[in-house]
């Protein structure tokens, strides 16, 4: 794969997360909650990945047990967690402020990282982290005037999105020298699944997923939004630098946003315009350059 190749799957697979609220909304429209679209993303997720594993790349599948608790922080703490948050204020506000508050998952890394992994908080990991909190601010109505339309608990719903989100990375970063990101990737929708299946909320339901729109918007959040999205990020992240990779990923708030505005009249005013702007400025600064390749996280 060539250079021009790899940063094209790169940006992608960014992009197809960005869809995410097209097939989410088309649940919420059938009736399903915020709790019940976590279920069927972990359980349509998983079994796609591990059946493209299992026949492309059976050797991914291969952990030691005692690694499966670092899954489970990846799997139940991190993406049940910041989906069920993400899919609240999607239900609750608009797609366009649910991705801006998921992007404050880089702030919560670099403070985590400093006390966990002693990460030296450097200037423009200082700055960014001003532009993430200015942005996420003026995003939701607190800047410059403190007059917001939004709950405290759609906020806290937002900003806890970014929160879970940011755990991935961490539990990630303790298994990412001994397995690839897809096998992180799959053990984590694994472990999501074992807690979903039971406890999503959708046996109750079956009859509303006996439903052709259902099922499309069900299966293209799974292959679109997060398999099809993660294969080819990944494939573009092996040819290119882990920090130029996550620059790239801005396209996904840039595409959710668009799809927002352009299909479920989302608007932003021009302080929210400015915050979003700061907040997609936040990412570029945070991106350090580096030669290793870091687990990644995916919406």
Known sequence: MSRKQAYLCAVAGAALWGLIGIFVQVLYDAGFTPWQTVAIRAIFSVILIVGYLAVFKPSYLKIKLGDFPFFIGTGIISIVFFNWCYFTVMEEATVSLAVVLLYTGPLFVTIISRF???????????????????????????????????????????????????????????????????????????????????????AGDLNKMLNTKVILASLGLAIIATVLGYILYTAGLTYIESSRASILTTIEPVVAITVGITLFGDTLNLWQVLGVTLVLASIFLVAEKSNQHSAESTT
């Open 116 to 202: 966990l992994f002693k990460e030296w908080l450097t200037k423009r990991k200082m700055l960014s982290l001003l532009f993430t909190i200015t942005g996420c601010a003026f995003t939701v109505g607190l800047l410059p005037a403190f007059q917001t339309n939004v709950s405290g608990f759609v906020i806290a719903a937002g900003i806890g999105s970014g929160f879970f989100y940011s755990l991935y990375s961490i539990f990630g970063k303790y298994v990412s020298s001994r397995y690839s990101s897809m096998t992180i990737t799959a053990y984590s929708f694994i472990s999501a699944s074992l807690l979903m299946i039971p406890a999503g909320g959708l």
